[in-house]
């Protein structure tokens, strides 16, 4: 039953190049008090499928609200968001957590792993709402620890793991539902910068090995720079750079 992530870029190599998302003129508006918090304002943008597409930016840049966007975590005030063929932006709420559950894997700075369970009970969760048969989720479970070099640590509780495996759990979780899109919103920002190194590396080989496209999010330009092929600048709610890498 389990599927590999398919070779999507093969159509760009013969020269077609096929978008993962494409945003055009998209708003995020919050309204604080008599004040409007223009959080994205009027972003243009788009990110190939098998890319990894680095949003840098200060505390208060947007990146973040950006990031929920493109994840379905939160809705546009106004323009154009489509992702794998589906306009985010039209979308009702059953449709999105259908998107959510379907189409998308988000990996956060926190890494919201239940204390009780188990490395394979909490990768498992996700399989669990989406009423995946036992056999496959045992096999999508234990190929998505494999991939994050945690195999022999399944029984092992989030308090017997570092704080590099435990994000490494938290990937493995969103990678088991075996998603289109990987988006990680700071997901080295509570490790120390060796394991920050290797997380960053992990997730570069996922998108190398498996074609995944991956949005990092992230304060440190620098190591967007090292890992990602393409890298956009916010600032304000708006770009200000967009750099080949």
């Known amino acids: 039953m389990a599927r590999h992530f398919a070779d999507t870029r093969q159509p760009q190599r013969m020269g077609i190049r096929i978008l993962a998302i494409r945003c055009s003129e998209l708003t995020r508006h919050f309204q604080r008090g008599e004040h409007a918090v223009h959080a994205v304002d009027g972003v243009t943008f788009d990110v190939s499928i098998g890319e990894f597409f680095g949003v840098v930016g200060t505390s208060g840049s947007g990146k973040t609200t950006l990031l929920n966007l493109i994840g379905g975590l939160d809705t546009p005030s106004s323009g154009h968001l489509e992702v794998m063929g589906q306009r985010l932006d039209s979308l009702d709420g059953r449709r999105l957590a259908l998107y959510r ?3 998308v894997g988000i990996v956060f700075q926190a890494f919201h792993l239940l204390p009780a369970q188990s490395a394979f009970g909490n990768v498992e969760l996700p399989l669990l709402l989406q009423n995946i048969p ?5 096999q999508l479970v234990e190929e998505a620890l494999d991939r994050v070099g945690l195999d022999r640590r399944l029984d092992h509780l989030p308090s017997e793991l570092s704080g590099g ?4 759990v938290a990937i493995a979780r969103a990678l ?4 289109k899109l990987l988006l990680a919103d700071e997901p080295t920002g ?7 190194r290797e997380i960053l590396e992990l997730m570069r080989r996922l998108n190398s090995d498996y074609d995944l496209t991956v949005v990092l999010v992230s304060h440190d330009e620098a190591a967007v720079r090292l890992h990602c ?3 956009l600048r916010l600032e304000d709610g708006r ?4 750099d080949e890498i």
Request: glycine letters at 0%.
């Open 239 to 242: 770009i200000v750079t967009e």
């Open 101 to 103: 559950r379907n189409t």
């Open 176 to 179: 088991a539902k075996q998603p």
């Open 134 to 138: 036992p056999a496959d989720r045992t």
């Open 190 to 196: 509570n490790l120390d910068s060796r394991t920050s």
């Open 165 to 168: 495996e435990q994000q490494r």
């Open 229 to 231: 092929n393409r890298m």
